[in-house]
DNA sequence: GCCAACGTTGGC
DNA sequence: GCCAACGTTGGC
């Protein structure tokens, strides 16, 4: 069954533009344990909602999880994985922190309640929800 | 720029 | 293995 995520980046450093321009590339640096299991539970298919945090802090668009995780090069023990990703299309408006603060209904999303996690798992009502958010403009 | 939250490190 | 100290992230 397809699953739904979240991963953070500060757009600075690596946002959605660069994902873009990139057409599909390695989602690499994540070095948390509790996103590295997320990481690791992603599935071909799977969607990923881009974060961008710090001068943003709104979902600005979707991505697809196109090869399930392996070993990330970029590290310098086999402990770490990356996944790859392709962006499938940008929303239509940014759904901003705020606004999911607002909502009760996705007051427990792990964005709220753990802000420091950078690869988490979405809920199937609150990606749908997500959704329509970000076309109620 | 500050600070709270939280994850990681390292001494014991 | 515990926990204090420290570092980092990210919202404000």
Redesign the pocket.
Known sequence: MKKYWLV?S?PEVYGWDHLVAKEVDMWEGVR???ARNNLKAMQQGDLVFIYH??SE?AIVGIAEVVTESYPDPTADTDKWVVVDLKPIKKLANPVT??EI?EDPRLSNMALVK?????VQPVEEEAYKLLIKLSQNK
């Open positions: 953070k500060e948390n344990y509790g945090s710090q802090k922190l705020q603060k753990q802000a420091r996690l950078s």
